[in-house]
């Protein structure tokens, strides 16, 4: 099939922005946080992520969403093909009636958070009338649903402006018709401020001036997730006063597909909009990001990633809620350290290895809320570990490893590292010297050599991306241990 996506055109690398000297990533800060007014708004796959964050956490995110050229909560159902279809481009597929009743149902389940907590939740549309990669009658779908569940009062949808499919300013960007990195488009019309207005009420006037290039955070996204399409750092902007210990709001702006800081650099980060309104309202600006081994550098809302990414349990969510959890323990006056006093853990060992997984055991920490297991330096679990052992995967065959661990509190402030344990996989079943196999993808797939994840073929073992699922691209897969296949040619 052809798979069309939102933003899927390669182009060359925009210029680097002009913002000073780099400096290394931090954990995020404790800062002295309202959490009643905590909101969230994206475009394209963020759009659809923020709608997922909105209605599954919305406990946290009770306050609001905007959503800019989004759709329905659990449109595509875990489908590439339903995402490609019906949730872009052709929304007359898509049954809101069902999707209210999975909702209804997920959250009597407790897979969600309880829909009554909708109840009082603002929410701002945006479609662009000339959107030609998610279509205008998505979001009708997406106002639709929110009609089961939001008073019609608190929902504000405009869609008469002519805009392509991007994030729309009033001072920054391409021109309004244009579709093309860094998918950021001048309208005339601040959609930031607009947003933030819906959802806040009254603000103060934005400030038009230079914003302090210190207010800008790189912080360690991996202290809440590794892998999962999500990049080792996200940005924040964080007005002075919020560091000072006033307190404030947080709001979380997700991107769309290819536009993370890889892509288009700061360009999402600082000239959107919303750090004018943050710097003069007492906001703080959170800007998770993808990484280019996600799918079309996409928020997972199609199952990409996890069966479960709509849920509370996915990993992109688990970590985006973490993010905003930490940001928020904080309190007046100064910012609390990221670190802990928790022991490290003893007794850590290996056990159990097999071609490709090895458990790790260690000993309880007293007052630890949770562990954090690290591969060769590298955090190896998605989700905190609550009890005292994990089960690494996804390993190569006769390879050895070192692994430590570390206890973290309540807050996800992590303690010491223990001593580090070494483990070595078992060995796969040798294949045959040089053993090669040339096909399509489609037909790696069907004979059990890869699998398809979200229209891709990914290799099994290294779980290398082969390319597009189909009959189309075809690929040489050297085999090097029993069902353990890399990308390559035999000698």
Known sequence: MTFKFPLLRSFAAVAALACGAASAAVNLPQLNVDKTQTTVSGLSSGAFMAVQLHVAYSATFKKGAGIVAG??????????????????????????SALVTNTNNWASQGLIDPVANLQSS?????????????????????????????????????????????????????TCSTKGSP?????????AGAILSQLYGTLNARNNGTLAAGNFVEFNQSQFITNHGMAPTGWAYIPAACTAGTQCRVHVVLH????????????????????????????????????????????????????????????????????????????????????????APT??????????????????????????????????????????????????????????????????????????????????????????????????????????????ALANGSNQNMGLWNTFVTTTLKMTASNYYVIGTCP
């Open 122 to 174: 603002k929410v701002y549309l945006f479609s662009g009338s000339i959107d030609s990669v998610v279509k205008t009658g998505v979001m009708d779908a997406l106002k639709t649903y929110y009609n089961s569940f939001v008073p019609t009062a608190n929902v504000v949808y405009k869609k008469d402006i002519a805009a392509e499919h991007a994030m729309i300013t009033d001072d920054y960007g391409s």
């Open 183 to 191: 998918y950021i488009n001048n309208c005339n019309f601040d959609l």
């Open 256 to 343: 769309g597909c290819q536009q993370n800081v890889t892509l288009v650099q700061q360009q999402y980060v600082r000239n959107t909009g919303y750090n004018r309104w943050a710097d003069t309202n007492n906001m703080v600006m959170l800007y998770p990001q993808t990484s280019t081994a996600a799918t079309n550098s996409c928020w997972d809302w199609f199952g990409y990633d996890s069966a479960d990414y709509a849920k509370k349990s996915g990993p992109q969510m688990v970590a985006i809620k973490a993010m905003v959890d930490q940001v928020s323990s904080g309190s007046g006056g100064t910012t609390p350290p990221v670190t802990t006093t928790l022991a």
């Open 347 to 456: 007794a850590v060992a290996t056990s159990g290895a097999t071609t490709s997984s090895m458990v790790i055991n260690w000993g309880a920490v007293t007052n630890a809320a949770s562990y954090n297991v690290y591969r060769n330096a590298n955090k190896a679990n998605a989700l905190a570990v609550t009890g005292t052992s994990f089960t690494d995967t996804g390993l190569a065959a006769s390879t050895t490893y070192n692994w430590t661990v570390k206890a973290a509190d309540s807050s996800g402030a992590e303690g010491a590292a223990s001593t580090a344990a070494a483990g070595t996989t078992l060995a796969g079943t040798a294949p045959p010297a040089a053993t090669c196999y040339t096909a399509t993808n489609y037909a790696h797939t069907t004979a059990g050599r890869a699998y398809n994840s979200g229209g891709y």
């Open 71 to 96: 759709g329905p909560y659990y449109c595509a159902q875990g489908s590439v093909s339903t995402a490609t279809g019906a949730c872009m481009a052709s929304p007359s597929g898509i049954s809101t």
